[in-house]
């Protein structure tokens, strides 16, 4: 039953959030290297069927739970025995991925929460701008490497320019396809055109100079809540995760003095 339960996300949730405020309430005191009694607790076993889970997108099995408690001995007995012979001394690398561990404990509970719809909408209503799609445009372009050869080709009806490594015609696309391929010159003088069914410009480019036949442009616009669900339930879990690690962490080092020689 205990391990059936375990593999529950629920009790995963409920486990991982009083490890959490235990750990952080108490401070508890690290592991002694030179004690020979290892005991895994039940927080423990759920941190690592939770930790399969994460891996293998399912429950672990009871064989796969042993296997997993198998490796964390093994583990716990050599990282015992490497803290006895002080090789944790002077190790950034240690240092960090400790300090990464308490991090990933701080957001844990929330990977596994399932917010409101209420919660999510308002969370829609307060980022709304981060979910607008870009001005789309469709426009046609032709390369001259001089401005004055662009301005004396402005006068023809069917202006040809020189070859260029760059697509002619471009059809709904937004600003940042724009400036990837033309780069930000040309998308900045893009913006200026109003959309016409004339040759405009010269706009300058990072390669020379360019007529344009801007077509369409289409204002960017802010999609409706259910079209964006998925990508706003995603934005939430990981802003939330950043701020329990934040709040998690001032909570530790409130409880330090920190002075600077």
């Known amino acids: 039953m205990i391990r059936q339960a375990l593999r529950d996300p629920l009790a995963h949730f409920l486990i991982a ?20 009694t290892i005991t895994l607790s039940r927080e423990q076993q759920a941190a690592l069927s939770l930790q399969f889970e ?15 408690i198998e490796q964390w001995i093994r583990e716990e007995v050599l990282y015992r025995e490497a803290m006895r012979l002080g090789l944790d001394e002077g190790d950034p690398v240690l240092r960090r991925r400790l300090a990464t561990k308490m991090d990933e404990l701080a957001g844990a509970e929330v990977e596994l929460a ?47 320019g020189e070859p260029i490594s760059l697509p002619r015609k471009v059809a709904k696309q937004d600003g940042e396809y724009v400036e990837r391929l033309f780069g930000s010159q040309f998308a900045e003088g893009l913006l200026q055109l109003e959309a016409s069914p004339e040759w405009q410009g010269p706009v300058p480019s990072g390669y020379g100079w360019h007529l344009v036949r801007l077509t369409r442009r289409e204002k960017g616009l802010v999609p409706p809540f259910g079209d964006v669900r998925e990508r706003v339930e995603r934005d939430w879990r990981s802003r939330t995760i950043e701020t329990r690690r ?16």
């Open 114 to 160: 399932r917010p409101t719809e209420n919660q999510l909408r308002e969370w829609y209503r307060a980022n709304g701008g981060a979910y607008e799609t870009g001005e789309v445009v469709d426009f046609e372009q032709v390369y001259f490497p001089t401005e004055e050869a662009a301005i004396a080709a402005l006068t023809q009806d069917s202006p040809k």
């Open 246 to 261: 934040q709040q998690a962490f001032q909570l530790l080092r409130d409880a330090y003095r920190v002075e600077i020689e």
């Open 54 to 68: 994460r891996t293998m997108r399912r429950a672990p099995t009871d064989a796969e739970l042993d296997a997993q």
């Open 17 to 36: 959030g009083a490890a959490l405020w235990g750990v952080l309430a108490l401070a508890g005191d690290p592991v002694d290297p030179a004690d020979r």
